[in-house]
């Protein structure tokens, strides 16, 4: 157990996308600075943070140095290099650890990981060659999907295998690289629940939400989500026990399959778990508008050994990615009566996220 | 009538204390930049500014240089010497205009213009020496209150005259500055409305907050306020009659005193204006967490010709100061429920604001 860090101290950020600058903004609310290490030039957290490294990963006396500046660190994305986070250990403590971190860069740790603690997940099995590729689709049956076992995202590096002659095609997509085989769940609707955990092992869950994806992209995320009160309270005993299991010190997003059916090993309505996310998630953004402590703040909170805050829910909320050109709605959008959340991405991208915007729908239902 | 400013755009905040760092926050939100400009090194603001501006207000190439790398100026504070303003008005908008720091830098000016609007105010003569202040003495009678006509601000500045005797002390306590005698106005209580208005004219106010004072320092803000509908409707109006006779964008607090009874050209009950401020103030910190859209960012949208946003009281709320060593409650309000906003001061002084807290009370009740 460690004292909590003073106001005052500095928050080493690892990454300087949208989740870094808003991990940044919840930090300074907390009179705590920001210093953002990011490789790339003019990043969206580097407008609101106290100092910013822009350096390559494999920089060792930066990463030193930026190190040696701040009191710990954390990161706002999974796929940071072994090496630097080796150097980084070296000097100061990085929350989550590095367990957190190593479950879910990798697609076959985490279902494993997930599994081994007792957890519903979709059948799955490794695949390297078209031999086992073909091995596992006969024991998974079609429909599956096939990804890599690192650095997807936003549904790259999948490919859906709708029957036995898909094959061929998805391992082409996989580039060679060491993938894993999904069979395909028959959900009613995703959702996801948004924890955080405590460095003394205390855990607060925000309410699930219900997530709409559109081209793999998350597009909306809806407060309340369609859950029987049995189905919450399952929802987040799955996320504490994920947090438990990983000794996990900062938020982690848990995204869950609500199934109609009673698939093998699930109960009529019981909950799979897709994936997690070991960090502040883009279906916790709606927290920025529906409750007195967001998942910014607590994730900030954590690493720095604060008390968790008070995530109860005051309000239900609609949060609604804008994405590409969705960013050219905004003078509507400003005048909506929804609160605007903006990157300070210059380049609009196809695809690229570049704000999201929530909207109070009512007191929060319960 | 303006566009918009795009997002990415830059707004010129002059002043880097608590509530320029709170806006530059609040501009960050909306996509927008941050450039801060003030005198002293390592304000608060710096922490979360896209860019900092460390410059006395004399220096006129550092305020050229900075005017022109924004799209638009506003301040967080109404004492910025005139000449300043001047280099700064030649090359770029500022917002809110000079009508309104003029009006509300000068004690004799606010009033006189308030009571010009059909506001009721306490009554009040200048004072410029002792056979002045005996005249106004005679005229408004004891109790009464001898303030400097500028630079006051959290009870500095001002000296009570609980009978004549104290004409002598209190006029030597003005050093010799342009003074104003105030009688002194028997109130229930007090309130302060927070209202925007919007570069189009429109006006939204936020819901009236009760505040309570210790040592002329604002220590807590209650909302709602304890009010009878007319009053709190009468509140709005005044507000937004203030707002458009000076044609104020930007956001803009009134305190009003409460009357228990009939004072002179007032009804009972009736609303008497205390002072003006031309910003974004303390008595609306409430809304960073009471409402969808909070003062600092309406201030920021009507700055940058954005439609003000819906300021919609979602919830109850307490607001405390932490002044001086409150801070060092710190452990006990991070653990308490409360949400926490500190402004990275490093040196705790007796009477220097160093954050304050939000405490929700419940859902809106109205």
């Known amino acids: 157990m460690t004292d909590p860090l003073p106001p005052g101290s500095t928050v080493g950020i690892l990454g300087g996308g949208q989740l870094g600058r808003m991990l940044a903004l919840a930090a300074a609310r907390l009179g705590l600075r920001a210093h953002v290490y990011e490789p790339g030039a003019g990043c969206p957290a580097a407008q609101v943070a106290a100092r910013t490294t822009c350096a390559p990963w494999d920089d060792v006396q930066a990463l030193r140095a930026f190190a040696q500046g701040v009191e710990v660190v954390t990161w706002e994305f999974e796929n940071i290099p ?140 809806t407060v309340p989500a369609r ?38 090993g699930a109960l009529p ?38 008390p968790l805050g008070d995530g109860t829910r005051h309000s239900d909320v609609e949060m609604e990615n804008l994405i590409g050109h969705d960013i050219d709605r905004l003078p509507a959008l400003a005048a909506s009566g929804a609160a605007l959340h903006l990157y300070g991405k210059a380049e609009v991208r196809p695809g690229r996220k570049m704000g999201h915007v929530n909207r109070i729908t009512g007191p929060a239902a319960r």
């Open 227 to 264: 859950l029987s009160a049995a189905q919450t309270s399952d929802a987040v005993l799955i996320a504490a026990r994920i947090l438990g299991a990983l000794d996990h010190v900062g938020v982690l997003g848990v995204e869950l399959f609500v199934t109609p059916g009673a698939p093998p």
């Open 269 to 306: 309505g019981a909950l799979i778990v897709n994936e997690i996310a070991p960090r502040v998630h883009n279906s916790g953004h709606w927290t920025q508008n529906g409750c007195l402590i967001d998942q910014f703040e607590q994730h900030i909170r954590a690493v720095c050994g604060w």
């Open 82 to 221: 072994t090496a630097a986070l080796d150097v980084i250990e070296s000097l100061r403590p990085i929350r989550p650890s590095r367990r957190s971190l190593e479950v879910s860069q990798e697609r076959l740790a985490e279902k494993t990981f997930l599994q081994g603690i007792g957890l519903a997940v979709a059948p799955f099995a490794p695949v390297e060659d078209r031999a086992g590729l073909d091995a596992a689709l006969a024991r998974i049956g079609a429909p599956a999907i096939l990804k890599t076992r690192r650095l997807g995202y936003d549904g790259k590096g999948q490919a859906r295998i709708m029957a036995p002659d898909d094959a061929g095609a998805a391992l082409a997509a996989m580039g060679g690289r060491p993938a894993i085989l999904e069979g395909f769940v028959a959900f009613e609707r995703e959702v996801s629940v948004i924890a955080a955990r405590g460095i003394d092992g205390s855990v607060a869950a925000f309410d699930p939400g219900e997530n709409l994806h559109e081209d793999g992209i998350l597009r909306r995320t």
